[in-house]
């Protein structure tokens, strides 16, 4: 491939464009070779979503190819669970690596080996200094480090001592491997960084063939040597440790690989942090990893999102060299912008109210033909029953209704979606708390579909569920984690934010009956309320569903707003 343009589809971005000049110039003979590297200490998240559609979605427009390798590092914090979650969570999005699985873990013997030849180029040595002892010994952004008192044993002290640290003669945190650079470089990367350190941990994948690990900057530009990457594309945090890799691969010798950062991806109401992530699992914030709750790719996926939806949205958001912050609601819009087009309808009553049709025929069911997506005619039609006894939404009726109410009250006639107008004529309530339990109606056989021969109108539509056809449900309704826009202020625990109210659990809510064994995972939209998931709790015939994503024009928000029910 000796040249490259812009499609209709691809989102112009800085990185993209290097891709092309190299293309252009020849560079690297033309080959495009990508790398996503997640450490398995944790689930993947939406910010990993960003780098994920990035790598694979670069290398597939310019026939590239893009390795999935695990840069497994540090075996005190990963776990084989992770790594499958990983694996699971790429495929959904939409991602295949082929025959390209790789481990840091494959390369530890030739990590080693590069060790020992920057030992004997007088590039490494042993330090016997605590992490404490070189700390204070690093120095700061203003003051020049100090050398190390053993930075000037001999190769062959330091090949001894580095040989002996693998045979596993000393205790954890006894000595480290550094690299020998210059402490007192501006970049404190640059300051003799360890490259090794003694850790007597079983490795998910070697066991305990190691107790000396490499450190993540010392692996992970080797790795991507050893891969023959072109584009290392990397977060912005990164950025000042570039020097650290090129000067890696320049004094081994190796093929180099060309980095390039660029901004993380920030959400409002949102915490990506690992660490703050593990904290909510480990101390029972959330149910887990996979909580609809969590930005992780397994929550969003329980929660209904879809993964073309995040796909759009990483293509959409382009790429800086300076961090910010989307708001959530954005990512908000392209999961509805997806669904609209690909889940089909369905009516549910999340708080019921019972609705008696006096005049209705008592014994009689009538199908009604309802469609299933406005947006998909191929999605076609379902039948759903109606009869005399129905189930509306509480919030769809007012006995005293305020101005711009339009829906259901004494007196007032509204149309049942699919179904008729109906009228209300009276109400019965429960005579210990004066609560409205039923509300008794009349309809108007001749407005069968919704429409009245006569031509008269009425200002609103319900939807509605046969009480005698209705599946009992369990629907969980999702809002945001956190509180306040900004959960990651300094100097304030995180987990004071956390939102009471980003769940409330509804029993007892009623479906149409084509929801009853709806599989895991498959997506509807509740007319007029919102998008919903089957979750994977749901049992045959006694479904839970999530709330994904509410509509834009909810009643609450109108109500708020002042502006009446359209």
Known sequence: MNSASPTETSTSNFIR???????????????????????????????????????????????????????????????????????????????????????????????????????????????????????????????????????????????????????????????????????????????DPVMYRILHAEHHRTGDKWCIYPMYDFTHGQSDSIERITHSLCTLEFEDHRPLYDWYVEQLGIYHPQQIEFDRLNLTYT?????????????????????????TLAGIRRRGYTPEAIRNFCNSIGLSKTNGTLELSLLEHHVREDLNVRAPRAMAVLRPLRVVIDNYPENQVEMMEAVNNPEDASMGTRSVPFSRELYIEQDDFREDPPKQYFRLAPGREVRLRYGYFITCKGIVKDETTGEVVELRCTYDPATRGGNAPDGRKVKSTIHWVSAKHAVDAEVRLYDYLFDRPNPNEEGIPFTSFLNPNSLEVLKGCKLEPCLADAPALSRFQFERLGYFCVDSDSASGSPVFNRTVALRDTWAKIEKRGKGDQ
Not at 280 to 287: I, S
């Open 17 to 191: 464009d290097t891709v092309i000049e190299d293309l252009n110039s020849g560079k690297y003979g033309g080959r495009v070779h990508t790398r996503f590297p997640p450490e398995p200490n944790g689930y993947l998240h939406i910010g990993h979503a960003k780098s994920i559609c990035l790598n694979f979605g670069l290398a597939a427009e310019f026939g590239g190819k893009c390795n999935l390798r695990f840069d497994d590092t540090n075996p005190s914090k990963e776990e084989t669970e992770y790594v499958d979650s990983i694996k699971e969570n790429i495929r959904w999005l939409g991602f295949n690596w082929e025959d390209r699985l790789f481990y840091a873990s494959d390369y530890f013997e030739q990590l080693y080996e590069w060790a020992v030849q920057l030992i004997q180029a007088g590039k490494a040595y042993v330090c016997d200094l605590s992490a404490e002892e070189m700390r204070v010994y690093r120095g700061t952004l203003t003051e020049p480090g100090k050398e190390s008192p053993y930075r000037n044993r001999t190769s062959e002290e330091n090949l001894d001592l580095f040989q002996r640290m693998r045979a596993g003669e000393f205790p954890d945190g006894a000595r480290t491997l550094r690299s020998k650079i210059d402490m007192a470089s501006p970049n404190l990367n640059m300051r």
């Open 271 to 295: 915490v990506l942090s690992k660490r703050k992530l593990l904290t909510l699992v480990k101390e029972g914030y959330v149910r887990g990893w996979d909580d609809p709750r969590m930005p």
